[in-house]
């Protein structure tokens, strides 16, 4: 995983390899997700896996990064708030926006359908 992330440092910052897996390794220390570093995605977690995404995203040179379908992504996610603090040890100087739009639909049907049965 540390080579997937790596890569975007590699290609868009004109890295070598062993300066981008370094700052990748030490990112990955943050967040004490340095067990994933040398695994391949079929051995990695749903919950790993999103933070690779993240990383990825991260290290890629954007103001903003946008997660969609959180929860179809991570599965079992009980509480948003443990994937929040994890990513507040990175020290992130980007915005970041969580969209959801199942969950909204959901949500806004059911808002929807509850006013239409109260007039």
């Known amino acids: ?5 790596a890569f975007i440092l590699e ?3 004109n890295k070598n390899i062993k300066e981008a897996e370094g700052e ?3 990112l990955l220390k943050k967040i004490s997700l340095t067990s994933v570093a040398q695994k391949r995605i079929d051995m990695c977690t749903s919950l790993e896996i999103f933070y690779v ?3 990825r995203a991260l290290v890629f040179q954007s103001e903003s990064i946008v997660i969609n379908y959180l929860f179809s992504i991570v599965e079992d996610l009980e509480n948003i708030e443990i994937i929040i603090s994890t990513l ?10 969580f969209i959801d739009t199942v969950k909204n639909e959901y949500f806004y049907g059911k808002l929807n359908k509850f006013e239409n049965e109260s007039k």
């Not at 995983?1 to 992330?5: C, P, S, T």
């Open 1 to 5: 995983m540390i080579e997937n992330i």
């Open 11 to 13: 290609v868009h910052q």
């Open 24 to 26: 990748v390794f030490e």
């Open 53 to 55: 995404m993240f990383l």
């Open 88 to 97: 507040e040890k990175l020290d992130i100087n980007k915005k970041i926006i």
